[in-house]
Antibody, heavy 122, light 107 residues
Framework: EVQLLQSGAEVKKPGESLKISCKASGYSFASYWIGWVRQMPGKGLEWMGIIYPGDFDTRYSPSFEGQITISADKIISTAYLQWSSLKVSDTAMYYC???????????????WGQGTRVTVSS | DIQMTQSPSSLSASVGDRVTIACRASQGISNYLAWYQQKPGKVPKLLISAASTLQPGVPSRLRGSGSGTYFTLTISGLQPEDVATYYCQNYNSVPFTFGGGTKVEIK
């Protein structure tokens, strides 16, 4: 069974750094693109970016480029989303999700992780 | 970037009604269009890929159609378990933008 298990909820202060994780199991991690999606409180889904763990090719939404870093570790089948300096406006639920077809970036997201809630407050 | 515009933003209908949600892309995306369902407090779930391909286990009362710039999701015979927010997504070109969502409620 394909599963994506995300790290637990985080409470941070503005200016702090953070790295959240998404551990994959049940498939060949290096062969599927994996993406990150933001959902701010009471709002819709926002596509942030994707990474191909096979060669670390990464694509970002212009809305997020420069604000986040997406990375992956093939050895432990884990993708990451990190911030170097959090803002209050980064408060949101963050989902990782696998692109549904092997090797293709142009496919929908399925399955999804359970989400990681990030709260940034002074 | 391709903008995805959904309408309406919310709707309320009776059990058994037929409801239609529209999704318009700012430029042509062929059939690279997915629909997701997010129930309150839950993780989004892929319903439809390639504009009209139902995912395994998705009830046949849901139907997707369209190509190019205009797409629809139709629920024929609305059920209480369909209460959710529905999102379309372009996956033709990066960024793979989502529509703003349509909240479906029971009257």
């Amino acid at each position: 069974e394909v599963q994506l298990l995300q790290s637990g909820a985080e409470v941070k202060k503005p200016g702090e750094s953070l790295k959240i994780s998404c551990k994959a199991s049940g498939y060949s991690f290096a062969s599927y693109w994996i993406g990150w999606v933001r959902q701010m409180p009471g709002k819709g889904l926002e596509w942030m970016g994707i990474i191909y763990p096979g060669d670390f090719d990464t694509r970002y939404s212009p809305s997020f480029e420069g604000q986040i870093t997406i990375s992956a570790d093939k050895i432990i089948s884990t993708a990451y989303l990190q911030w170097s300096s959090l803002k209050v406006s980064d408060t949101a639920m963050y989902y990782c999700a696998r692109v549904s077809e092997s090797g293709s970036s142009t496919d929908p997201l399925d399955p999804w992780g359970q989400g990681t809630r990030v709260t940034v407050s002074s | 970037d391709i903008q995805m515009t959904q309408s309406p933003s919310s709707l309320s209908a009776s059990v058994g009604d037929r409801v239609t949600i529209a999704c318009r892309a700012s430029q042509g995306i062929s059939n690279y269009l997915a629909w997701y369902q997010q129930k309150p407090g839950k993780v989004p779930k892929l319903l439809i890929s390639a504009a009209s391909t139902l995912q395994p286990g998705v009830p046949s009362r849901l139907r997707g159609s369209g190509s190019g710039t205009y797409f629809t999701l139709t629920i024929s015979g609305l059920q209480p378990e369909d209460v959710a927010t529905y999102y379309c997504q372009n996956y033709n070109s990066v960024p793979f933008t989502f529509g703003g969502g349509t909240k479906v409620e029971i009257k």
